[in-house]
């Protein structure tokens, strides 16, 4: 824990601003989360409007009130209604300071996250803006083409198409949808120009190409010359020479890339979009219509709020991403007097990671705790406890260093005499619990330090409790594990006291992996999270924010926990709220049958196995009946903590 912290739980005067400051809410929250005056975390529905919020702990009484129990997933339409406004007017705002003559056009990508009610919402709030969306596989094309009405928005198809892929994109073709098919891979334009005339419509077609370009961050495979989706440009000319001898060159009216997700600096970007712009005009050279220029995604999300090219930041904001691509297919086109192209972005998760967040409650605190060292020494003591005990007598602030290296060599030793059968394991005991109390002093005295030695910077993360969260990492949060993806979490109550402890978060699943023990920090990467100290028969809830992309379609059943309940608010303008969608999490017999059990046939089979243990005297047939029904019962039951 930083110094700065330390200095302000001294003065045991603990206040909102300290917390804002410590879990960096201002900084990651988009405006959307406060703190009140209470000390809860708020809801800013539209990021401008501060009178108008909302209580967490007011909608998880509400929660509660309706017997839905924790973890819960709670999505914000609201906010997602913001999210898509934001991109929009910004676009609108940079293309009318440049004056760009052309438009803008967003468009969002199903797999980022594929709930029907998310996807629902982006076309709804999106409607006024013309906002489409992108589908990668046929589930996802036979989804959108059932929710996309406007035919000013468009639907772009990427990934493999097979035949009835292609028919299906060319069916919304002929009822007004204005659906692109991008070429990844040379194959796919003969089958897409066979069907084309065999239902007798011309389709627009686009180019996915590889740039040379690379962008940093988790995703940085997507770009360059070994991207495994695209074209080289070696098969563009192919493919636009095919065009032209099929007679179709007319249909190719887009460029489509995508150099990555979760691009955090914007010199990546303007670089791709040069590039992309050469190659544009080249395709215009060749003969090409063209008239729209999609970017891709990319566009990041400010996990950790420092506003950096850290691979969880972004050094830019959205009004610079906006002002710069426009500026950069200004400067570039310009001078070959080519008309500005329709710019499309497929932004996924900067529209819906603020749109969810996971609250779950603590069910347990793991806290690191010594015993008493007796005063008295057996005269038998080993040699080696004995010194150890001096290590922890002679500890003083000019020391520190030397105490902790020469206890970390005893203890050492201690276990090494124990492995090879010279200690006792009480023996072993009593030296681990005097190691601890030294390391306990130190990182004590370590407050009093201005500057801490860095060999010991640790010390108060190995000393850090562990709060047992009822959630699963893998589940809710399979970033988090899979590629240390940082999420904000922070408490949403009780932020008008001191935390007192630091933490790291385990989940209830039975695996080491199932952790969070990685927390944003504004200047590094934490080890350990303050927390407050569990009140007796008070729950304790975090939330962990910004969890809208990926997370729900990338989590699996590890455990056989399933996916959690969800709960969905609508905020109005008097800071009140509705509930207008709940959405009960799986149960046990439904974890069980994505895995091929048969619920009805396990019920009988282990009503065979109590009628078996009432015959042989075991068990009455009273308490088979009381066994028979718990057993039942917990088939209906949440998979989580009840």
């Excluded at 028919?167 to 070429?183: E, H, P, Q, T």
């Excluded at 008239?291 to 050094?315: E, W």
């Amino acid at each position: 824990m930083n110094q700065h912290l330390k200095n302000i739980r001294s003065l045991e005067r603990w206040t909102i601003e300290n917390s804002v400051d410590l879990y960096g809410i201002h900084t990651w929250g988009g405006g959307y989360f406060d703190i009140s005056k209470k000390g809860e975390v708020t809801i800013n529905p539209k990021g401008d409007d501060p009178a108008n919020t909302v209580s967490m702990m007011d909608i998880i009484s509400g929660i509660k009130e309706r017997g839905l129990g924790m973890p819960i997933l709670l999505r914000l339409g609201n906010i997602l209604q913001s999210r898509i406004s934001r991109l929009h007017e910004n676009f609108k705002n940079a293309i009318e300071t440049f004056g760009y003559k052309g438009e803008y056009r967003g468009v969002y990508p199903i797999k980022v996250n594929q709930q029907r009610q998310v996807v629902e919402e982006v076309t709804h709030f999106g409607a006024q803006y013309h906002h489409g969306l992108e589908a990668g596989s046929k589930a996802e094309l036979i989804a959108a083409i059932s929710l996309l009405k406007d035919p000013e928005a468009c639907l772009i198809c990427n990934g493999y198409k097979d035949e009835e892929f292609i028919d299906l994109g060319l069916y919304a073709r002929k009822i007004g949808v204005k659906c692109f098919f991008v070429i990844e891979r040379p194959s796919e334009l003969p089958l897409i120009l066979e069907r084309a005339t065999k239902l007798k419509i011309k389709p627009l077609i686009g180019l996915r190409i590889k740039l040379s370009s690379r962008a940093g961050g988790h995703w940085t495979e997507s770009g360059g010359d070994r991207s495994i989706f695209g074209l080289s440009m070696t098969q563009v000319i192919e493919t636009v020479d095919y065009l032209k001898e099929q007679g179709m060159i007319d249909c190719l009216q887009l460029l489509h890339y995508h150099l990555g997700s979760q691009i955090p600096n914007i010199r990546d970007i303007r670089f791709s979009v040069v590039e992309a712009c050469r190659v544009y005009a080249g395709l215009i050279d060749e003969g090409a219509p063209m008239g729209y220029l999609d970017l891709g995604g990319g566009l990041a999300v400010d996990y950790d709020g420092s506003h950096t090219n850290f691979t969880s930041s972004r050094n830019y904001t959205l009004a610079e991403y906006c002002a710069d691509i426009i500026e950069v297919i200004m400067g570039t086109l310009d001078d070959r007097d080519i008309p500005h192209p329709t710019i499309i972005t497929e932004s996924g998760r900067a529209m819906v990671a603020f749109y969810s967040v996971l609250l779950f409650n603590i069910i347990d605190v793991s806290s690191f705790q010594t015993l008493p060292i007796p005063e008295e020494q057996a005269e038998d003591t080993h040699e080696m406890i004995i010194n150890l005990k001096e290590v922890l007598s002679n500890l003083t602030l000019k020391n520190l260093q030397e105490c902790y290296n020469d206890a970390l060599y005893y203890r050492d030793e201690i276990r090494q005499l124990f492995k090879h059968g010279n200690l006792s394991l009480r023996e072993r005991a009593v030296g681990e619990n005097i190691f601890w109390h030294v390391l306990k002093r130190i990182a004590a005295a370590l407050k009093k330090l201005k500057k801490i030695p860095s060999e010991l910077e640790g010390i108060e993360n190995a000393l850090a409790d562990i709060y047992y969260g009822n959630f699963s990492v893998f589940q809710s949060l399979p970033d988090a594990w899979a590629i240390d993806q940082l999420f904000p979490v922070m408490p949403v109550h009780r932020l008008n006291e001191a935390p007192e402890k630091n933490a790291i978060l385990a989940d209830i699943t039975c695996d080491c992996d199932g952790k969070i023990d990685k927390f944003i920090d504004t200047h590094d990467v934490k080890n350990s999270l303050p927390l407050h100290e569990l009140k007796p028969d008070e729950d304790y809830y975090l939330g962990v924010f910004l969890v809208g992309a990926y997370q729900e379609t990338l989590g699996d059943l590890h455990n056989l926990f399933g996916d959690t309940n969800i709960v969905s608010i609508e905020i109005k303008q008097n800071g009140d709220f509705k509930f207008v969608r709940e959405i009960e999490g799986d149960s046990v017999a439904d974890v069980l049958s994505y895995v091929e059990y048969d619920p009805k046939a396990m019920v009988v089979s282990f009503r065979e196995s109590a009628e078996k243990a009432v015959r042989k005297g075991l068990i009455t047939p009273n308490e088979r009946q009381k066994i028979m029904k718990a057993y039942q019962s917990g088939l209906r039951g949440y998979t989580y903590f009840e």
